[in-house]
């Protein structure tokens, strides 16, 4: 395009109302649909795990929908826009996270019969430090969910005109009532059709922008001649934003502290009927992951050709390069009442799967950590009670943070940085406890401290002094074709910076985003090994099998010396079985470490043995309804 005039971008039309409508009253209507269904048997087990019986289809959709938010659907093209598309790189990254996921954490948890992931740590290490981990989640989940529901909510309404509030508390409202009426259930098959929706939206933008490009031949030239397409760069700096490492590296420390041991997805893989559903649920995820992604790197591209000689946001006609997708949209299906509308519940269907599985996962860890502690005596009926209103108490809080949000200009930033500097620290003492069986409860507290120290303390002084632009590398941007009086310039926003910069500036403070999770996950690790080799290790008669997974019980299965050696003096050949004996209660046995370990030998509680998994050879897994005695658990 040679001459680009700003277009007379219209607002949403009747039609365009309708289709956004439509997709809150179906995902509503999903909630009431369980509600029924399941209202004979609406025990708290089948309204938080959906009563351990999902199967891997479901739940897949589910998992790529809650991680996949409106953060992804308008950030991603949007990076791609300014900065290429070594995004694509993630590609490596999810899979990597899947793989230990499913092979290292999903296997400890599911074999554990635990509801909360914050219950293992109790059973691994003792109550303070599950308290600890289970707060800095809190804390984290609702800043961040907070964030998905204002920043998208702001973007399409500067753009489309979108009502901005009305859409957050739509948002909050709608997510809240069919977590609160059908529970699990009605979040995972939620989940499911807003993936789909996000699918139809990311599909149908593709398509007509490809056409208005004059085809993807035209796509690709444009994008290669604006240096779009140079995606490996090898550069080993740590300081540089996206190279090869610091995505494959970064990005997988970074998705695997908010994704492998994160209590929405756990909680989700748990409800399988089979750890091999959950494991096949993981896989298929990986498979949904890598689509999403490939769309949004695509239409980054296809937007940036379209875009090519004329940068609507250093010509000034939209105020943020978040709001380049929705501009984009406005223009294409401009004659096309009805199809923005569509792309926008796109971008809410990311929104609803984020915040219905976060207020599910707050719910859960809540009445699982502190509630049924202080109320062990609490009849199923009211635990049901109890998780509606822990889901409606959540679902305020998320709305109020997205008002919050609204008040505080970098929050938006802070927040996204938050979550991969809890994230980190939260990992690594997960870490300690699967795959590090000399770890003791001091050396886990105090590597939790020192891995949230050092991720807070470099993700703030980035966030206070901003890493250089050489750092970032935003390429270039062209308002040449624009029908205005501005020059060429390249799009970068250059922060205003304080008159003195420290010298860790422009080293420690200047690391790329994608590192602060490493930081603090290899922090938590390193110190809390060490503190356990000082205080005195962890006995290995104190631990039982199932609570741990040795990196030697994955790579180093055929070296039984080194096996041993790793599992530090468990028993990592024992033959007892998990459902001999005991008729105490779950929360009871929580009260005390060492019952906590004659409970994990001896069998759980009556509650429990109805979903503790056990071996099914016929199923060549791990399942809930059952109990086989088996020759190992690993």
């Known amino acids: 395009m040679t001459t680009f005039i700003r277009p007379d971008v219209k607002s949403f039309v009747a039609w365009d109302y309708v289709v956004f409508a439509a997709l809150f009253l179906i995902s509503s209507g999903i909630g009431v649909f369980f509600a029924i269904k399941e209202r004979k048997k609406a025990t708290s087990r089948d309204f938080l795990v959906g009563g351990r019986q999902l199967t891997c289809g479901p739940v897949a959709l589910s998992l790529t929908a809650s991680f996949m938010s409106a953060v992804t659907v308008l950030g991603t093209p949007a990076d791609v826009y300014r900065y290429g598309a070594a995004f694509i790189l993630f590609f490596l990254a999810y899979m990597f996270v899947i793989i230990l996921t499913s092979e290292l954490f999903l296997p400890v948890f599911y074999r554990s019969g635990i509801t909360s992931t914050y219950e293992y740590l109790e059973l691994r290490f003792n109550k303070p430090v599950r308290i600890a981990a289970t707060l800095i989640y809190i804390v984290q989940t609702i800043l961040y969910t907070g964030v998905v529901v204002y920043a998208p909510a702001l973007a399409l309404n500067q753009v489309t005109g979108f009502n901005l509030w009305g859409s957050v508390f739509a948002t909050g409202i709608v997510c809240t009532f069919y977590c609160t009426v059908g529970g699990l259930k009605a979040v995972v098959w939620t989940d499911a059709f807003q993936l789909i929706v996000m699918l139809i939206g990311f599909l149908t933008v593709l398509i007509q922008g490809t056409l208005k490009n004059g085809g993807l031949a035209n796509v690709w030239e444009n994008a290669q001649n604006g240096s779009r397409l140079h995606i490996f760069d090898f550069d080993v700096d740590p300081l540089r934003r996206h190279t090869f490492w610091t995505i494959a590296v970064g990005g997988t420390f970074t998705w695997l502290g908010i994704y492998g041991v994160n209590q929405s997805?756990?909680?989700?893989?748990?409800?399988?009927?089979?750890?091999?559903?959950?494991?096949?649920?993981?896989?298929?995820?990986?498979?949904?992951?890598?689509?999403?992604?490939?769309?949004?790197?695509?239409?980054?591209?296809?937007?940036?050709?379209?875009?090519?000689?004329?940068?609507?946001?250093?010509a000034g006609f939209i105020s943020a390069p978040d709001q380049l997708l929705p501009y984009f949209v406005m223009i294409i299906f401009s004659a096309a009442p009805g199809l923005p509308g569509l792309f926008v519940a796109c971008a809410f269907s990311g929104t609803l799967s984020t915040v219905a599985a976060s207020i599910n996962a707050l719910a859960t860890v809540t009445l699982e950590d502190f509630v049924k502690t202080c109320l062990p005596n609490l009849s199923d009926r009211r635990i049901t009670w109890v998780s509606k209103g822990l889901c409606i108490i959540f679902g305020v809080l998320c709305t109020s943070m997205a008002v919050a949000a609204s008040l505080m200009g970098g929050v938006v930033q802070a927040s996204l940085s938050i979550h991969g500097m809890c994230g980190g620290p939260v990992l690594g003492l997960f870490t300690l406890g699967i795959v590090f069986p000399c770890t003791n409860w001091k050396g886990a507290l105090g590597g939790l401290i020192t891995g949230i120290t050092l991720a807070f303390w470099v993700g703030i002084g980035a966030f206070v002094y901003p890493a250089p632009s050489s750092k970032a590398l935003p390429l270039y941007l062209s308002t040449s074709g624009c029908n205005t009086n501005m020059s060429e310039t390249v799009?970068?926003?250059?922060?205003?910076?304080?008159?003195?910069?420290?010298?860790?500036?422009?080293?420690w403070y200047s690391l790329s985003y994608l590192y602060f999770s490493a930081v603090g996950c290899l922090g938590c690790i390193i110190i809390g090994f060490l503190i356990s080799l000082l205080t005195g290790r962890e006995k290995g008669e104190n631990i039982k099998p199932v609570l741990i997974r040795p990196v030697s019980s994955v790579f180093c299965f055929w070296a039984p010396k080194l096996k041993t050696l790793c599992w530090c003096g468990v028993d990592h050949n024992g033959t007892?079985?998990?459902?001999?004996?005991?008729?105490?209660?779950?929360?009871?046995?929580?009260?005390?470490?060492?019952e906590a370990n004659d409970a994990i030998i001896n069998g759980f509680n009556k509650e429990m043995q109805s979903h503790m998994p056990g071996y099914d050879p016929s199923e060549k897994s791990y399942t809930n309804p059952d109990l086989i005695k088996t020759e190992s658990y690993f």
């Open 265 to 314: 997805t756990m909680q989700r893989c748990i409800s399988c009927k089979t750890e091999g559903h959950a494991k096949l649920a993981l896989y298929l995820n990986l498979l949904g992951l890598w689509v999403i992604l490939i769309c949004a790197v695509l239409s980054g591209l296809v937007m940036y050709s379209y875009f090519n000689s004329c940068d609507p946001w250093t």
């Open 576 to 594: 007892k079985s998990l459902h001999e004996g005991s008729k105490g209660s779950l929360e009871n046995v929580h009260s005390k470490k060492a």
């Open 491 to 507: 799009a970068t926003v250059i922060p205003t910076l304080p008159p003195i910069r420290p010298e860790l500036a422009d080293t």
